[in-house]
């Protein structure tokens, strides 16, 4: 919540990770679809390679 009000606030992105789901949330909400759909990948590879590294 915190990430999202910030760029929202000032067009800024100041995280790393987490920042992606800023970003991704400012496009749905400009209903930019395509591009969030881009960061929300980024967000799922990101989980994925934490699971997947989880089991090596």
Do not use: R
């Amino acid at each position: 919540m915190v990430n999202v009000a910030g760029f929202l606030s000032v067009q800024k992105l100041t995280t790393n990770v987490t920042g992606h789901f800023a970003f991704f949330v400012d496009e749905v909400f400009k209903l930019n679809f395509w591009q969030g759909f881009v960061y929300f990948l980024y967000i799922f590879f990101f989980f994925l390679g934490s699971i997947v590294s989880n089991f090596s």
